[in-house]
């Protein structure tokens, strides 16, 4: 009999080698990128006007430990690090964690490649409130800030963005099966006609208020504190905390709703649980940092294409990639044109746009 018969090609075994390969090096890739995100966040929190070393960091974290005598410290360095720098640190790994595992989420969700937390209405529904108040605030001087405090358009923001998220769902049910399909459809929809009244109020502006509407629209980590960082840590950490439990549901999804279905996934469950939790980490990451791209869409693309397809080890690793990659571009947006800064809305669209170009070539060049 002819061995050929009994065995699957060459090139089909060495697919199946690599892929359990990948699965098996999946916890020593996430302890790497742990790694990373430390020297990454050590890097950041040492670098700008005022250049913090390795070991002056060392000291700084192990005093309040307990750890005394390692070296004295200026006190200007003692304040820049723990009033400045590291909470901003702090708040760009947990924005950056939340929309690289969000992203990851939806496109295994979705089984799009190209999904993100725009397409649900995440975003949008954010830039309307957020435009929304900034107009109401300039009409009548302030007062909604009086009344709503320093964070009343983060709250709105993030209010924005939930209601958003809520009807395009709604919408799906009551107009459809409810089904990745039927979202993405609405969630088009609700996008255009949110986006169309942003282009209203953002029109009927005044150059005050434009400029306003600009710079929060861009994305920036200026305005971090640790305030900020309580503020959004619950949502994020919901959000990084549960949705890897959902990662083996999504990896029978990827077989086809019906086969998932067969095999005991609660499809109705899942899209909820999953757009919930993508929610809660993207809307409060736009509510505090603004508008920020490509995070979670070209990180879980450079995930996938190194580990693998399996969403257990995915959206772990998308959330620390997504923690590196905005942490360096936070680095870079306050420290290339420094004193000014970058809006770190277009430091991750510079840096993310060429290289999502370039893994659609690459995917391009791969089929032929």
């Known amino acids: 009999m002819n061995e050929s018969i009994l065995m699957p090609p060459d090139n089909k075994l060495t697919k199946h080698a690599n892929y359990y390969s990948f699965l098996r090096k999946g916890p020593m890739v996430l302890w790497v990128l742990f790694l990373c995100l430390l020297i990454t966040m050590a890097f950041s929190a040492g670098l700008g006007a005022v250049n913090i070393t390795i070991s002056e960091i060392i000291t700084l974290i192990a005093e309040p430990l307990g750890y005394e005598g390692l070296q004295i410290i200026e006190e200007q360095k003692s304040v820049i690090f723990w009033i400045i720098r590291l909470p901003r640190v702090m708040l760009s790994v947990l924005i950056?964690?939340?929309?690289?595992?969000?992203?990851?989420?939806?496109?295994?969700?979705?089984?799009?490649?190209?999904?993100?937390?725009?397409?649900?209405?995440?975003?949008?529904?954010?830039?309307?409130?957020?435009?929304?108040?900034?107009?109401?605030?300039?009409?009548?001087?302030?007062?909604?800030?009086?009344?709503?405090?320093?964070?009343?358009?983060?709250?709105?923001?993030?209010?924005?963005?939930?209601?958003?998220?809520?009807?395009?769902?709604?919408?799906?049910?009551?107009?459809?099966?409810?089904?990745?399909?039927?979202?993405?459809?609405?969630?088009?929809?609700?996008?255009?006609?949110?986006?169309?009244?942003?282009?209203?109020?953002?029109?009927?502006?005044s150059d005050d208020q434009l400029r306003s509407i600009t710079f929060w629209s861009l994305g920036s980590l200026g305005g971090a504190s640790w305030t900020a960082v309580a503020a959004v840590a619950p949502f994020i950490l919901l959000s990084v905390l549960g949705l890897p439990l959902l990662g083996k549901s999504l990896n029978l999804l990827v077989l086809g709703e019906s086969q998932?279905?067969?095999?005991?996934?609660?499809?109705?469950?899942?899209?909820?649980?999953?757009?919930l939790l993508a929610t809660l980490g993207v809307g409060a990451s736009v509510a505090v940092a603004g508008t920020i791209g490509f995070i979670g869409l070209v990180v879980p693309h450079m995930v996938r294409n190194?580990?693998?397809?399996?969403?257990?080890?995915?959206?772990?690793?998308?959330?620390?990639?997504?923690?590196?990659?905005?942490?360096?571009?936070?680095t870079l947006s306050r420290t290339l044109t420094a004193p000014s800064e970058i809006p770190i809305g277009i430091i991750t669209a510079l840096?993310?746009?060429?290289?999502?170009?370039?893994?659609?070539?690459?995917?391009?060049?791969?089929?032929?």
């Not at 399996?310 to 360096?328: C, E, M, N, P, Y």
């Not at 840096?351 to 032929?368: D, E, N, S, V």
């Open 96 to 205: 950056g964690a939340g929309l690289g595992i969000s992203g990851a989420a939806l496109q295994g969700l979705f089984r799009n490649p190209v999904a993100d937390a725009g397409l649900i209405g995440v975003t949008s529904g954010a830039s309307l409130f957020a435009v929304l108040i900034i107009m109401l605030n300039a009409r009548f001087l302030g007062i909604v800030n009086e009344y709503g405090g320093a964070y009343t358009l983060s709250l709105a923001a993030f209010t924005g963005a939930a209601l958003t998220t809520f009807l395009v769902y709604q919408l799906s049910t009551i107009t459809g099966n409810g089904g990745a399909a039927t979202i993405l459809l609405i969630g088009i929809a609700i996008n255009a006609l949110v986006g169309a009244f942003t282009g209203l109020m953002t029109y009927l502006a």
């Open 260 to 275: 998932a279905r067969a095999l005991g996934v609660n499809l109705t469950h899942l899209r909820r649980m999953v757009i």
């Open 351 to 368: 840096l993310g746009a060429p290289f999502f170009m370039y893994i659609l070539w690459k995917q391009k060049t791969k089929q032929r």
């Open 306 to 330: 190194t580990l693998g397809p399996d969403h257990r080890t995915l959206l772990k690793a998308s959330a620390l990639g997504g923690a590196i990659v905005l942490t360096l571009a936070d």
